[in-house]
């Protein structure tokens, strides 16, 4: 192929299903063109003691500034060469090149190898006719129940008791302060906590250790951290905890009438509440049924399909997930500052489940390249309008903040799975 107007050789070669090097040879004539244009910059800019501006000789440049001049040349020489040779080749690297230079000579070519990780190319098998189960969906009066007490329990006031300990469903406003290896868990000890004594309130165990407590009293107690911790920065750590409970307040739900549920918004009465709740949970049902569907097609394909993969894929999935973590912690108001120390233990938990979705994604991808499913402009609008509808913001503004890039290919690869579906036979148990 040609640098501007001058031919370089290349050679390509498959060293692994995701991995090929690259050699480069680029010729003389090239090579010489680009060192010569190196020193007239560098003649032009430099300033030496005895030589007016854009006079100092060659020999000069070349004695104090050759090292110089031949990095920033080999630079120049591997960046144009390298981006032209993959646009030849119709490669798209999904790793950063390893780069080997060579020896740079005026009047000789100049070679050099880039060796970087490629898709694995996939002929995926088995992804029709394949026998699928579902699940048959139902809303029970309990799941309803369950609902309508969760909407109370939002709604409720609270009235604070005296003469009786802590129990489960109270709550209490109490000071704590804790420490995690010796450091503090927050800058300053945490006043007027408002806690609900209750399983799933922040952390795993904290609140039952204020059971049978009174106003005034204090209690220390460790807490040992799961490995899987959903706050990654504690995983699997010991939080050393001194709590000082100040107030207990009972909670008072609203009775369950037709007066709740019109307070509630656009319902009519009670009977209607429980009807939408209903049509909500049967649709998030329907929902997490497709979902598990859908992870049980992928599942068949990964042991229909076995392939290596690459590992920056893999890395950057990782990567991904992480950045997901720290997100959403910070939203939740934790302090994020030591997440560096624990995201190598979360690596590792990360590190099968990015496999799988790496997977998922390469085989999926190829489903798509044999049925030659594509995303049309009208398949992005449609996504673009729906997202905006969802978090209530202006299609063109969703257009800016959600790469388009990545959007088409989430679609392919659900045009991709509901073409496998179409193509199975499902029983629904």
Same mark, same amino acid.
């Given at each position: ?42 003649? !032009? ?36 060469? +390298?981006? /032209? ?88 406003? @109490?000071? +704590? ?12 000890? @945490? ?59 009972? /909670? ?41 569907? !859908? ?22 999935? @990782? ?36 496999? /799988? ?26 996504? +673009? ?45």
């Amino acid at each position: 192929m040609t640098l501007g107007k001058v031919y370089m050789k290349i050679e390509m070669e498959q060293v692994s299903s995701f991995r090929q090097k690259m050699t480069v040879v680029v010729p003389a004539e090239q090579v010489d063109k680009e060192v010569n244009r190196a020193y007239s910059t560098l003649q !032009k800019s430099v300033r030496l003691r005895g030589f007016r501006p854009g006079k100092a000789p060659l020999s000069i440049l070349q004695r104090y500034f050759k090292t110089q001049v031949e990095e920033d040349v080999v630079s120049t020489l591997v960046q144009d060469s +390298y981006i /032209k040779a993959l646009d030849e080749y119709q490669i798209s690297p999904v790793s950063a090149p390893i780069i080997e230079k060579g020896v740079l000579e005026k009047g000789k070519d100049f070679s050099y190898t880039a060796s970087f990780e490629i898709k694995p190319a996939i002929v995926v098998q088995g992804y029709t006719g394949l026998a699928l189960e579902k699940e048959k969906v139902q809303v029970t009066e309990a799941d309803i129940e369950e609902q309508l007490k969760k909407l109370q329990n939002t709604h409720a006031t609270l009235k604070t008791v005296e003469g009786r300990a802590t129990q489960p469903g109270d709550c209490v406003v @109490i000071d +704590y302060e804790g420490t995690v290896e010796g450091r503090p868990l927050s800058a300053n000890p @945490i006043k007027d906590h408002l806690l609900e004594i209750a399983s799933d309130s922040f952390l795993p165990g904290f609140s039952e250790n204020l059971i049978g407590l009174r106003p005034g009293d204090k209690k220390s107690f460790t807490l040992q951290m799961p490995e899987d911790s959903e706050r990654g920065d504690l995983a699997g750590k010991q939080i050393d905890f001194a709590v000082v409970v100040k107030e207990i307040k009972e /909670k008072i739900v609203p009775p369950l009438d037709d007066e709740f549920a019109r307070d509630l918004g656009a319902y009519q009465d009670l009977a209607d509440l429980k009807q939408k709740i209903r049509e909500s949970l049967l649709a998030f049902k329907e929902q997490q049924r497709e979902d598990r569907l !859908k992870d049980r097609i992928v599942t068949l394909l990964i042991e229909k399909n076995p392939f290596e993969v690459p590992p920056s894929l893999v890395e950057q999935q @990782i990567q991904s997930m992480l950045s997901n973590t720290r997100q959403r912690l910070a939203a939740q108001g934790v302090n994020v500052e030591n997440f560096s120390q624990s995201a190598e233990k979360l690596s590792e938990l990360y590190r099968e489940p990015a496999e /799988k979705q790496v997977r998922a994604a390469l085989l999926l991808e190829a489903v798509a390249e044999a049925e030659q499913l594509t995303v049309t402009e009208q398949d992005l609008e449609r996504k +673009y309008e729906e997202i905006a509808r969802i978090i209530n913001r202006d299609p063109v503004s969703v257009k800016q903040t959600i790469d388009r890039k990545n959007l088409t290919a989430q679609l392919r690869e659900e045009k991709a799975l509901a073409f496998i579906i179409s193509q199975a036979t499902i029983t629904e148990i």
